[in-house]
């Protein structure tokens, strides 16, 4: 398939060649899915942690005598029953992380990929170099163009200046090609490849 590019200030820039089983697939929400939750499970820290009843600080000594007390037999201030005492089968670190084929991951960026086509929200630029690594200037050009939550996905690696003046755009994410993921494109309202990207992406998916 083809779609138009554009340059950085709205210009017309040519046509690209899009491999379409990279960006001309019917999404499937439940690849997408299986990715993206692979993904935020991947992220998590996994630090929640309680103290057990051989963790919480307190003497192991029988709190009362066993009979003529009329109450319940108790003999260790840190049972669960009682206030402050150790929680029974509560949360530990560990990772949430699970395997997902890498032929599956790949699948799902695909996927994304053809999402964003089928929404109207995949923008084709030329380059994004500029002169200057202002990001008063590039805000603007940002705002000209109409992106306002956007990932711009480059070649192997960004251009420097172009980096330097998004850092302080909160609307912008900046990646190479090897950063793209399935979660950052579906989070996007635009997705912004260069040609350098585009190239990248279908080495990388072929």
Do not use: C
Not at 46 to 75: N, W
């Amino acid at each position: 398939m083809k779609a138009d590019a554009i340059k950085l200030d709205g210009g017309k820039a040519g046509s690209v060649d899009l491999n379409d089983d990279i960006f001309g697939l019917e999404p499937r929400k439940d690849i997408l899915h299986r990715v993206v939750r692979w993904q935020r499970n991947k992220a998590m820290a996994g630090t929640h942690d309680v103290l057990g009843r051989s963790e919480v600080s307190y003497s192991t000594k029988k709190i009362y005598r066993q009979k003529g007390t009329g109450g319940a037999r108790h003999g260790s201030r840190g049972a669960p029953i009682f206030r402050s005492g150790g929680i029974y089968k509560g949360p530990t670190p560990r990772s949430h992380a699970h395997d997902l084929p890498k032929k599956f991951r790949k699948l799902g960026l695909r996927h994304a990929l053809s999402a964003k086509v089928a929404a109207g929200e995949l923008v084709i630029v030329d380059s994004i170099e500029i002169k200057d690594a202002k990001t008063g200037a590039l805000a603007k050009m940002v705002g000209n163009l109409g992106w306002k939550r956007a990932l711009i996905i480059d070649g192997a690696e960004v251009n420097a200046d172009f980096k330097k003046a998004a850092a302080n755009i909160s609307t912008l994410d900046v990646l190479p090609s090897q950063g793209a993921n399935v979660y950052d494109i579906l989070k996007s309202d635009t997705l912004v490849l260069t040609k350098a990207g585009v190239e990248a992406l279908e080495a990388r998916l072929a």
